[in-house]
Each structure stands twice: as C-alpha cells, then as structure tokens.
C-alpha cells in the first residue's frame, strides 16, 4: 500500500509539478489513512476499501483525534486524489470516495495591511545599519514586491535574481516558473544586499541561497518568520502580521490600484483564478467598511 502512496507522490511531484512541502502534506495525510487501514480495519489492498471505511476513518478525525474541519476537508480531499489516480492507473475497479463529501469549511478572507503600515515595515531595517540589516530590508522589498510564497523566498537562489531587467525568477515546483517584475527600490535593496551584506554571510563559496542566515546557510521559514515578527514589534504596528500578509497585501494594494486579476494570479502563481478574486472580495469588504465608518446611518 505504501509503494502505492509513493508512486503517486511521485507523479504529482513529477507530471504536475507539486512543492515539496504539497507532497510532504499530501504523504502524511495518505500515509495516516494507511495506518487507520491496518490497524483498524485489517485492511491491506486499496482494492478492498470501502465507502464505511471512508466514513469510519473521517468520523476517527473528527471524534478521536478532534481535528478542525479544514484538517479533517485537507485529509479528506488527498484521499480522493488518490483513489482517483488509482482508478485511472487501473490498479483499482471502483473508486470508492466518489461519493465521499468533504467537511463544510468557513473560508476566511486573507488579511492585508495597510500601504502605510506596508511602508512602516520596509523601512524599520534601515534604521539598523548591518550586515543584517541589508539582507532584511531586501528580505521584506522583495516580498512585497512581488507576493511570493514563504517557501518561494527561501528557496531563491543568486542567480533567479536578475538586477539589470528588474525582475525574479520564482521556482514554485518541478515544472513551474515565472519571472516577477520588481520595482526600483527593490531592485536597489537587492543590489545593495548582495554588494555588501551577503559576502559577509557567505562561509561556503559554493552555496547558491540568495537570503542567507547568520551561518551563512539558506534562511529557513521558521528564520524568516523572526525577522518579520521582529520588526512589526520595532515598527509599531499593531494590525495582526504574518509572513504571508505581505502577500495579501501586495495582491490586495494591486487590485485597488486597478491591476487586472489575470495579471495578479499570474503574479501569485494561482492555477485558479477563483483565488485571486477572493482578493477582489477583501477590496470590496473594506471598501463597505469605510463608507459604514463615514456614514454612520447608513448601517
């Protein structure tokens, strides 16, 4: 069964070009239901699961293991890729999660903050003339200039980074790219960062990191989530503030400016463009927000 689950992460990581961390998600959560199979239900052939097994195994979530409905929809839905695939491979009849509904999960809307608490942010590195203070304020231009994923960042290397055209080569899965124009203080950021901050990171001529940690090793996540946490204390802000809200902001701040949605899902990287919209969505709400705060008897 496991040499089934693998196979399969394998075409996604290959055929659709899934993240690492999609496919790490996708094999604890296949790898999980497994587990259940064996131990609960004695079951040792995908071709011998059945819909009570599924409805079983959901009910365990929810009841035993108290996971939130979005876990519980996440579980849920990598096990009907996965049946799906099986069944397409022939190395099943029936697929029996075809009729298996998935938990009803609230969506939130993504927060974003202010263009003037986006400026408070930007400039609170340059207030700390060092090594590290170069690398940060490149750090936090670059993810607002171009909406990059927490992952896409970190994972940069010298050469995505094109200071002559102004633009970033983002590498988001095996097979998928695109190159992200910046703007000029972003592009000054970065030129200045790699003048003179990353050569006095750098320990190991042969690492390729473009954001490098006081190791001179490729900045984690974890890493990257410090520093911004570090200088929304220093900036004041009180709005709530994650790595990914820069994201937000930057999709959010396009669109009210009047960028087309389909430029902004190319520039996020969303295969759907439902996504982006939902961005379209928070422009609006704030939108209603303000006019209720101007016009009190509106309401």
């Not at 992952?151 to 633009?167: A, F, K, T």
């Not at 929304?232 to 802000?237: F, L, P, T, Y």
């Given at each position: 069964m496991r040499e089934q689950i693998e196979k399969f992460l394998n075409s996604l990581r290959e055929e659709k070009g899934y993240s690492n961390n999609t496919i790490v998600a996708y094999r604890n959560d296949l790898n999980q239901f497994a587990e259940f199979l064996n131990n609960r239900a004695h079951i040792s052939s995908w071709g011998t699961v059945t819909k009570e097994n599924l409805l079983e195994y959901v009910d365990c979530l929810r009841r035993e293991h108290e996971y939130a409905s979005a876990t519980v929809a996440r579980k849920v839905a990598a096990i009907k890729s996965f049946f799906r695939s099986l069944v397409s491979r022939g190395e099943i009849r029936q697929d029996p999660s075809a009729e298996l509904d998935s938990p009803k999960v609230r969506k939130y809307l993504p927060t974003s903050i202010s263009e003037e608490e986006v400026e408070k942010l930007l400039r609170a590195p340059i207030k700390n003339d060092t090594v590290r203070g170069l690398r940060d304020t490149a750090l936090l231009e670059i993810l607002y200039a171009t909406g990059?994923?927490?992952?896409?960042?970190?994972?940069?290397?010298?050469?995505?980074?094109?200071?002559?055209?102004?633009?970033?080569r983002c590498q988001s899965g095996k097979h998928r790219e695109r190159v992200?124009?910046?703007?000029?203080?972003?592009?000054?950021?970065?030129?200045?960062?790699?003048?003179?901050?990353?050569?006095?990171?750098?320990?190991?001529?042969?690492?390729?990191a473009l954001f490098?940690?006081?190791?001179?090793?490729?900045?984690?996540?974890?890493?990257?989530?410090?520093?911004?946490?570090?200088?929304?204390?220093?900036?004041?802000?009180?709005?709530p503030v994650t790595p990914h809200t820069l994201r937000h902001s930057f999709a959010t701040h396009l669109l009210n400016g009047g960028a087309n949605v389909r430029e902004v899902q190319g520039l996020l990287g969303h295969a759907?463009?439902?996504?982006?919209?939902?961005?379209?969505?928070?422009?609006?709400?704030?939108?209603?927000?303000?006019?209720?705060?101007?016009?009190?008897?509106?309401?």
């Open positions: 990059m994923r927490v992952s896409e960042v970190v994972g940069l290397n010298v050469n995505d980074v094109d200071l002559v055209n102004g633009s970033v992200i124009p910046i703007y000029s203080r972003a592009v000054e950021a970065l030129a200045a960062y790699l003048h003179g901050g990353r050569s006095q990171l750098v320990r190991d001529e042969d690492e390729n490098l940690n006081h190791r001179g090793k490729r900045l984690t996540r974890q890493g990257l989530w410090l520093i911004i946490k570090k200088y929304v204390h220093e900036s004041g802000i009180k709005s759907n463009i439902s996504t982006t919209q939902v961005y379209k969505q928070v422009s609006q709400e704030k939108l209603r927000q303000v006019y209720d705060e101007a016009h009190p008897r509106a309401r």
